[in-house]
């Protein structure tokens, strides 16, 4: 428990101290959202501006109404508002990959990291993250998949059982088993992604080893901390929901727009907390030490005393007697 309240507190320490990154996250998010969404709020606009029935848009969510909508023939086909979202969805998927290595050295920084390091650990590791995340999406998604079909089979089975309760039960069963194995997935290869941005690492498949040695040495731990701001986040979903549904008029636009979005960046807290927490735990147990080398004084040497030398004696003939 205080190897896990270190690295809570460790990992909240670093985010905290780094909150601008979360701010242009959340930016960032925005804007792509806004471009993502434009051929949607064009084609929206072609026939609501001229009908009678989008009072039922505009003063709440009229499902009938906006079903109608899309099975309209002027509408055109959903494909065409759909295809710039999903660009535009990889196009953040693209940018996440260029900025979180600077967010990872940032975090391991002992003092505000300058705009030039950022970039420059950014375009260091771009691709070696990009390998990285497709490392990680073809193992997740074949878990996922392998998770969910048994799910499937299993549900089946429980559904030719006489107990009704059952088929649910096996539900929310699998749903929480995915969710467990998804969780240490993301443990894994979020300490992968801190090797290779800290410690420059240029081969990924060794980070990719190194992370899950040490993840499943101290998956105790670090499972409990990423389990705890999961938990964080669940509340603030739960929360944001609750006030938008119970607080916000049907009427006021401006109201679910701000508790929209104010949800929105408080769900990015914890998940760079998460981030914080792998910086925390590869700087304590994934560095390397480095190896420190006894000081062994040079031997002084003793000094040589030599006796003295005598002046040599100079004989000075008598002087001579005048007159000889």
Request: aromatic fraction near 12%; charged fraction near 15%.
């Amino acid at each position: 428990m205080a190897q896990n309240q270190g690295l809570l507190s460790d990992g909240w320490s670093r985010m905290a101290h780094n909150k601008r990154y979360i701010v242009w996250f959340y930016l960032l998010n925005v804007m792509l959202a806004w471009f993502g969404a434009g051929a949607f709020n064009n084609q929206v606009h072609s026939m609501l501006d001229h009908s009678l029935r989008a009072d039922y848009l505009l003063h709440g969510f009229h499902l009938a109404t906006f079903i109608e909508m899309l099975a309209r023939p002027e509408f055109g086909p959903t494909m065409a508002s759909a295809a710039p979202a999903m660009h535009f969805a990889f196009l953040f998927f693209l940018l996440t990959a260029l900025f979180v290595p600077g967010v990872l050295q940032g975090y391991a920084a002992t003092y505000r990291l300058p705009r030039e390091e950022f970039f420059r650990a950014c375009g260091r590791n771009l691709w070696r993250f990009v390998r990285l995340l497709i490392v990680a999406a073809i193992v997740m998604g074949v878990v996922a998949g392998a998770l969910f079909g048994l799910q499937g089979a299993l549900q089946k089975k429980a559904a030719e059982s006489t107990n009704e309760l059952l088929r649910p039960e096996v539900r929310f069963a699998g749903l929480l088993v995915i969710f467990l194995i998804m969780t240490v997935l993301r443990i894994w290869f979020d300490l992968a992604q801190a090797d290779v941005a800290l410690g420059d690492q240029p081969a990924v498949r060794k980070s990719i080893a190194v992370s899950f040695r040490h993840m499943r040495r101290n998956l105790g731990s670090l499972f409990g901390s990423y389990l705890i701001t999961t938990f964080v986040a669940a509340i603030v979903l739960v929360v944001g929901i609750f006030v938008w549904i119970k607080l916000v008029p049907p009427a006021s636009l401006l109201g679910a727009v701000l508790v929209s979005q104010l949800t929105l960046l408080l769900l990015l807290i914890p998940r760079f907390w998460q981030r914080g927490i792998a910086v925390s735990y590869y700087l304590r147990d994934m560095v390397e030490p480095i190896p420190v080398v006894p000081f062994t004084p040079a031997p002084v040497a003793e000094p040589v005393v030599r006796e003295p030398i005598s002046p040599p004696v100079i004989v000075v003939p008598p002087p001579e007697p005048l007159g000889s």
